[in-house]
């Protein structure tokens, strides 16, 4: 069974509006990192999380991890194109490797 | 500051053929990391290393090799190539471990025909 899901698998919204993409652990997180990738480029490094109740933003993307650990959330307010991309969290469940989502395209329509 | 070089961008091989794809990186990370990505599948963890020297193997790694003879280089190596393995791959490093920030390089995108 999957251990770390992403919602939705994609997403198609127009140029301001506001957007949340969800990860969901079955296990306790010890950290969750947030990554974009934009066509043909490597993955970016967001941010990462390792509090219960603990909220980061950059610019116009806000992330937050549940105060049990097990979900976060990635919320843009008011999307540009430039949010375009695939956006992939990354679990740290303790085992020394991260494990990955399988992603949420983004496209913001002009 | 470069930081994760991967080359080539793209290569395409035929079944059987072998090749290796290079990676960099200039930022004295001990941890360096092969991942492929595959639609619907996310990103896999092929081969790890922690270390020159150190290497081992990820959730993945039938079909493919690496070496770490030294800190900044970590190639992967397809030995007999199957269509099953055409996907894009990311080399990664990170400085404190493997799960913690990975710096990743922009990617070679493969194709086996």
């Known amino acids: 069974s999957q251990e770390l899901e992403q919602s939705p698998q994609s997403l198609i919204v127009q140029e301001g509006k506001n957007l949340t993409i969800n990860c969901t652990s079955s296990?306790?997180?010890?950290?969750l990192y947030w990554y974009k990738q934009k066509y043909g480029e490597g993955l970016i490094f967001l941010m990462m999380?390792?509090?219960?109740?603990e909220e980061k933003s950059h610019e116009k993307i806000t992330a937050k991890l549940d105060e049990k650990k097990q979900q976060s959330s990635l919320h843009i307010t008011a999307s540009q194109p430039s949010h375009a991309g695939i956006y992939l969290c990354g679990a740290d469940w303790g085992s020394e490797k991260l494990v990955f989502g399988k992603g949420t395209k983004l496209t913001v329509n002009p | 500051n470069a930081g994760v070089t991967q080359t080539p961008k793209f290569q395409v091989l035929k079944t059987g053929q072998s090749m290796t794809l290079q990676c960099a990186q200039d930022?004295?990370?001990?941890?360096m990391s092969w991942y492929r990505q595959d639609p619907g599948m996310g990103l896999r963890l092929i081969h790890y290393?922690?270390?020159?020297?150190?290497?081992d193997q990820g959730e993945v790694p039938n079909g493919y090799n690496v070496s770490r003879s030294t800190t900044e280089d970590f190639p992967l190596r397809l030995l007999s190539a199957a269509p099953s393995q055409t996907s894009v791959y990311f080399c990664a490093s990170s400085y404190r471990g493997m799960s913690e920030k990975l710096f990743f390089g922009s990617g070679t995108q493969l194709s086996v025909l």
């Open positions: 999380l390792q509090k219960g109740g």
């Open positions: 290393s922690v270390g020159a020297g150190i290497t």
């Open positions: 930022m004295n990370h001990e941890y």
């Open positions: 296990k306790t997180l010890y950290g």
